[in-house]
């Protein structure tokens, strides 16, 4: 029998590959954790592998499993993909899932033979879709209800679905879960840019962003008009900075503190957006200074603006 593996990241992909254990590997590499979201058209147009839209290179294949880890944005790209299939009952037919508690990509050969993988049912559909709907709405209300929902069928997605809730602006200081775990660490002594970067065997165990928006993250508490961070240079963190020797080894070896703001930040008595300016996409959600929903981490409550 033919066998198809569908994943949510290049990393994934290559370990995938390397263990040999299907026909044909293919990922997604869409980043729906971060920025505004593609249009559905646009999304179809993208998923399309040897000439074939996705549907009718599926079909190629006797079995379609697919593979997603806890990461958010694999969490995200999964509920997608099931939206996607579900109203084609022959590929849906031939789907199984593998959900793994810990990065695909991380896996060494001894792991392969552990990961099982379960047909798709109605209820992965359902939830799929549910949880795809909320995170495209233009407010993170039904994102949020997804929490008093029963969401087992996908295991890893309950996980995902607070991570991401984590990473609206705090309710007291208007900055989510990885820009605080940033300026706590810069506390704590961390005093170079990629010392608050997450990575393996890193202290920043947030894993909900990836390299280039973290990056991100720390120019927007940096290069704004009152910083929670001095010392940042260099900027914006993008392909020119990393393609310039000079310019990349001068923002590694920044020298960075705290600025008064962001040791207020940590103390909760004040407010990044009081000072600077929000315009960031979560979801379908556009955040604004005047649109500001926000997320209350000790009553784990969404607050309306």
Same mark, same amino acid.
Request: hydrophobic share 45%; with cysteine.
């Given at each position: 029998?033919? @066998?198809?593996?569908?994943?949510?990241?290049?990393?994934?992909? #290559?370990?995938?590959?390397?263990?040999?254990?299907? =026909? $044909?590997?293919?990922?997604?590499?869409?980043?729906?954790?971060? #920025? /505004?979201?593609?249009?559905?058209?646009?999304?179809?147009?993208?998923?399309?592998?040897?000439?074939?839209?996705?549907?009718?290179?599926?079909?190629?294949?006797?079995?379609?499993?697919?593979? /997603?880890?806890?990461?958010?944005?694999? &969490?995200?790209?999964?509920?997608?993909?099931?939206?996607?299939?579900?109203?084609?009952?022959?590929?849906?037919?031939?789907?199984?899932?593998?959900?793994?508690?810990?990065?695909?990509?991380?896996?060494?050969?001894?792991?392969? #033979?552990?990961?099982?993988?379960?047909?798709?049912?109605?209820?992965?559909?359902?939830?799929?879709?549910?949880?795809?709907?909320?995170?495209?709405?233009?407010?993170? /209300?039904?994102?949020?209800?997804?929490?008093?929902?029963?969401?087992?069928?996908?295991?890893?997605? @309950?996980?995902?679905?607070?991570?991401?809730?984590?990473?609206?602006?705090? @309710?007291?200081?208007?900055?989510?879960?990885?820009?605080?775990?940033?300026?706590?660490?810069?506390?704590? #002594?961390?005093?170079?840019?990629?010392?608050?970067?997450?990575?393996?065997?890193?202290?920043?165990? @947030?894993?909900?962003?990836?390299?280039?928006?973290?990056?991100?993250?720390?120019?927007?508490?940096?290069?704004?008009?009152?910083?929670?961070?001095?010392?940042?240079?260099?900027?914006?963190?993008?392909? /020119?900075?990393?393609?310039?020797? =000079?310019?990349?080894? $001068?923002?590694? &070896?920044?020298?960075?503190?705290?600025?008064?703001?962001?040791?207020?930040?940590?103390?909760?008595?004040?407010?990044?957006?009081?000072?600077?300016?929000?315009?960031?996409?979560?979801?379908?959600?556009?955040?604004?200074?005047?649109?500001?929903?926000?997320?209350?981490?000790?009553?784990?409550?969404?607050?309306?603006?």
């Amino acid at each position: 029998m033919s @066998r198809l593996i569908l994943t949510f990241e290049d990393a994934a992909a #290559g370990s995938l590959k390397r263990a040999g254990i299907a =026909d $044909c590997v293919v990922p997604f590499g869409w980043r729906f954790v971060w #920025g /505004a979201l593609p249009a559905p058209g646009k999304l179809e147009d993208q998923a399309r592998f040897d000439g074939l839209g996705l549907i009718e290179f599926c079909a190629r294949f006797d079995t379609v499993e697919l593979w /997603a880890d806890a990461e958010p944005n694999a &969490q995200l790209q999964l509920v997608w993909l099931l939206d996607y299939l579900r109203p084609h009952s022959d590929v849906v037919a031939r789907l199984a899932l593998v959900q793994t508690n810990t990065s695909i990509g991380s896996l060494g050969p001894r792991e392969w #033979g552990r990961e099982r993988s379960v047909p798709i049912h109605t209820d992965h559909l359902e939830i799929a879709s549910a949880a795809w709907s909320a995170w495209r709405a233009p407010t993170p /209300a039904a994102w949020f209800d997804l929490l008093a929902q029963d969401l087992g069928a996908l295991v890893q997605l @309950r996980s995902a679905v607070m991570a991401m809730l984590e990473e609206l602006p705090m @309710r007291t200081t208007g900055l989510g879960a990885t820009e605080t775990r940033m300026l706590e660490l810069l506390a704590a #002594g961390h005093a170079h840019p990629y010392d608050l970067f997450p990575g393996h065997e890193k202290a920043n165990e @947030r894993r909900t962003f990836g390299y280039w928006e973290v990056g991100e993250l720390l120019d927007g508490l940096a290069h704004c008009p009152k910083p929670a961070i001095s010392g940042l240079a260099e900027g914006p963190f993008d392909d /020119a900075l990393h393609d310039a020797k =000079d310019r990349h080894d $001068c923002y590694r &070896q920044s020298q960075l503190s705290l600025t008064e703001l962001g040791e207020a930040i940590l103390a909760q008595s004040d407010d990044f957006s009081r000072h600077n300016p929000i315009q960031r996409w979560w979801g379908g959600t556009e955040l604004t200074n005047n649109r500001l929903w926000r997320w209350d981490p000790t009553n784990r409550w969404l607050v309306a603006p």
